[in-house]
């Protein structure tokens, strides 16, 4: 079973002559465990590929399938709870580390469990267990604004991380982060593909950034290809 | 996790100090509120005070606090005569401002027999009037010491005692003499103006061919003794007899042309209604202006403390966050921002209320009407805040 299913997927802005194809007829999959790239020049439609995999854009046609879930199929399936689809199936990380400013690294791991609803204590466990393996245990009480860009991309990943999702979406994860940071970053990704047999889909306009990626799917003016 | 609770304490420094400025504008409200509640006591206050229950005043008058009103003091007599009135009392009402310590000093002097009704009643400090004259009982509002002297009229008064917080209608505290003293300050002319009316009145009578000389005279001291008596009040209060009906006694008063005898009750409506109306409407004007102030301010904080969490919003949404856990944090800071300033504005008035010119009253039912107010306008002003976030979308969080 694939961890994201992606069947001749087209998403319109708008209609009429202001109607604009940012997806046409795009399809993919994702096995669980593997780590995907989606390539491609600003407004070629990889962003809106992924919010339309990560049930936060509904495609105008094509079918999306999520753990074996069928999700959209012309539009959203009926009775569908995105939102607990969200919390429970996927795991995102920002372009910006998007924590939230006014919870320290520990919180804000926490904040994803309780959503899912976690007791304080659980959470608090399970999210100090994920800082330290990601090496932060030392800075879980720190803020966000005392943490490095690299340092709070890591707790963004915890808390992609914090409700073991079976697919992570990462958007342009390492867009605010030097060289360096961003390679330890991808490094960190490709090891927790592996080990937390979690599909992992990267969108992202570098390529020096995707190298030992199991797979890179090009995205140009709304069609993909490769992979 | 509380998030509101989190967002407070990280922005506590701009928290604290909104509350605190919420605090102070709830405060005035609450004072307001006092100060209506202190008019009624005050207004009411010397009605208490006097504990009557018939005050008789001049006919055509609804003295004598809210119209003037002159009887003559003797008509005590005839008001105890009356069947059903047990005890009937001369009183006299006076506003003075004299001048002490370089000072406008302003006070309200009640004469009183000092074995009738309308003294001072408790005394907390010193003691009652004894003495016939010069002797004087003041209220604590006054500031006035045990044994200093005080120039009203052509005589010196001791203060002899300290009493509560007695005030007229208008706020100014209350000061009691007796009545003889109480009548010579308000009526009795200076030797001067005394000397000058007896000359009119004997030049006037001297005049009058048809009198002859020795009749002019003794009319002269007959008229004189007229103009210069003392012996008017401003009203006589009586207290009736236990069974006795107050009907008929104001039937049996009323009966007698130039008297207007006024229950207890009408008197607490003349003074309530009619007095002090105006002031309770503008004060009330005031509150809901202020409230709607304090709703406005809220909102605003609310609405900017919200777009200032869009981007957190949406991150919440994006990782599959409930609306209610968004709508929870916002209402929660929002009511928390009002209780905390209500707090803030009670303690302020608790600690301040005593210090204040008028008498503030705070009344448990009135605080607690306050406290609901503020909840319905912080929960009211939270639905700005709580739209903008609701419409929100998650995909806001993706982007630079």
């Known amino acids: ?227 | 996790m509380n998030l509101a609770l989190r967002d407070i304490r990280y922005h506590r420094g701009r928290f604290i100090l909104t509350s605190i400025g919420l605090g102070l504008l709830l405060g005035v409200v609450i004072s307001m509120g006092g100060i209506y509640r202190g008019l009624f006591a005050d207004a009411l206050a010397v009605l208490h005070q006097t504990g009557a229950d018939l005050w008789v005043v001049q006919k055509g008058t609804n003295g004598p606090f809210a119209e003037s009103s002159r009887i003559p003091e003797d008509l005590k007599y005839r008001i105890k005569g009356v069947p059903g009135v047990a005890e009937a009392s001369p009183l006299s009402f006076q506003t003075l401002q004299i001048d002490r310590q370089g000072r406008p000093f302003r006070f309200f002097l009640i004469g009183y027999e000092l074995s009738g009704l309308g003294g001072p009643g408790q005394i907390i400090a010193g003691r009652d009037i004894r003495q016939k004259h010069y002797e004087m009982v003041a209220a604590k509002a006054m500031k006035l010491q045990l044994g200093e002297r005080l120039r009203l009229g052509q005589h010196d008064y001791t203060v002899v005692g300290i009493t509560g917080k007695v005030v007229s209608s208008s706020g100014d505290p209350a000061a009691f003499v007796t009545l003889s003293d109480a009548q010579e300050i308000q009526f009795k002319k200076d030797n001067d103006a005394i000397r000058n009316y007896r000359s009119r009145i004997g030049a006037d009578l001297a005049d009058e061919p048809a009198l002859p000389p020795a009749q002019a005279a003794f009319l002269a001291g007959k008229i004189g003794a007229v103009t210069e008596s003392t012996h008017t009040v401003n009203t006589v209060v009586a207290r009736l007899a236990p069974g006795a009906d107050l009907d008929e006694v104001k039937e049996h008063i009323s009966r007698w042309n130039h008297l207007h005898p006024i229950s207890n009750q009408e008197q607490r409506d003349i003074l309530t209604k009619g007095m002090i109306e105006k002031a309770r409407m503008q004060l009330g004007l005031f509150r809901i202006i202020l409230l709607t102030i304090s709703a406005v301010i809220i909102a605003l904080i609310i609405y900017t403390s919200t777009l200032d969490k869009l981007k957190v919003i949406a991150t919440l949404k994006l990782i599959g966050s409930q609306n209610r856990v968004i709508v929870g944090m916002i209402l929660q800071q929002s009511l928390l921002m009002g209780v905390i300033a209500y707090g803030i504005g009670y303690l302020l008035i608790l600690a301040t209320y005593e210090n204040f010119p008028r008498r503030i009253v705070l009344e448990g039912v009135d605080l607690w009407a306050l406290f609901v107010i503020v909840i319905v306008i912080c929960t009211l002003s939270s639905f700005v805040g709580i739209r903008k976030a609701l419409k929100v979308e998650p995909a806001e969080a993706l982007g630079g």
């Not at chain 1, 490094?187 to 995707?210: P, Q």
Request: with cysteine; aromatic share 4%.
């Open chain 1, 1 to 227: 079973m694939y961890a994201v299913e992606v069947e001749n997927l087209t998403k319109v802005y708008g209609s009429g002559d202001t109607a604009v194809t940012a997806i046409a007829g795009a399809s993919l999959q994702v096995k669980p465990g593997e780590l995907v790239a989606i390539l491609g020049p600003s407004g070629s439609g990889k962003t809106t590929l992924l919010t339309s995999i990560g049930l936060i854009n509904e495609p105008t046609h094509g079918k999306v399938v999520i753990d074996g879930l069928t999700v959209a199929d012309q539009g959203w399936v009926d009775g569908i709870d995105l939102k607990r689809l969200r919390r429970e199936k996927l795991g995102f990380i920002f372009q910006a580390h998007n924590l939230i400013p006014f919870l320290s690294a520990l919180e804000n791991v926490m904040v994803a469990l309780e959503i899912n609803g976690l007791s304080g204590s659980e959470a608090k466990g399970r999210a100090a267990g994920l800082l330290a393996a990601l090496n932060l245990g030392h800075r879980q009480h720190s803020y966000p604004r005392a943490l490095s860009g690299g340092e709070a991309q890591r707790v963004a990943i915890a808390r992609a991380l914090a409700n073991r999702p079976k697919v992570i979406l990462a958007d342009e994860p390492t867009a605010a982060l030097d060289t360096e940071n961003g390679k330890n970053v991808m490094g960190l990704l490709k090891t927790l593909a592996v080990e937390n047999h979690s599909a992992i889909l990267v969108v992202t306009h570098d390529e020096r950034m995707v190298q030992g990626f199991d797979r890179i799917f090009h995205v140009n003016d709304g069609r993909i290809c490769g992979g």
